[in-house]
């Protein structure tokens, strides 16, 4: 069987972005998000994150911190007995503070690493889509030959309709 999956940028596709978020009391999610995860979930579908964290190299957070908010996002989910499958992030930038993060790198969209990481676990036999909110976010799904959809106000809506015409 062909595994379904989507893509979500993470900030201003699925929660509130405060401007490099990382505190737990700031996670928010946006409108129609919990329950169209709750559909996908439903339906099989698999679901990724895939998010530019600067704020690590620009030493606003820690990777710590990150990976600490990503379980978060996920606690808060199990409420409702969903889950984000993967969160890949580039903590990198190249005008950043901390060293070791700090260079032009790969896969900080536009780039698509990332997203290639995710193709790589399901070997082709997968159809995958992509949400998120920047033309970054696009231009990064179209190096990797993902179909792309800007987040829409009826998010519910869309989840639905591109479930059913593009998975
Ligand atoms: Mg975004
Ligand atoms: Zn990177």
Redesign the pocket.
Known sequence: MIQKVVIF?????LIK?KGYTYKTRDLKFLPQTIRSIKFLSKNNVKMFIVTNQSGIAKGFFSLKDLKKFHSYINKRLSKYKVKINGFLFCPHHKDGVIKKFSFQCKCRKPENLLIEKVKKKFKKKANIVMF???IS?RKAAKKSKIKFFYRKKNFFDQIKSVYKNHL
């Open positions: 940028d993470r900030d201003n596709t972005d998120g909110d920047k976010d």
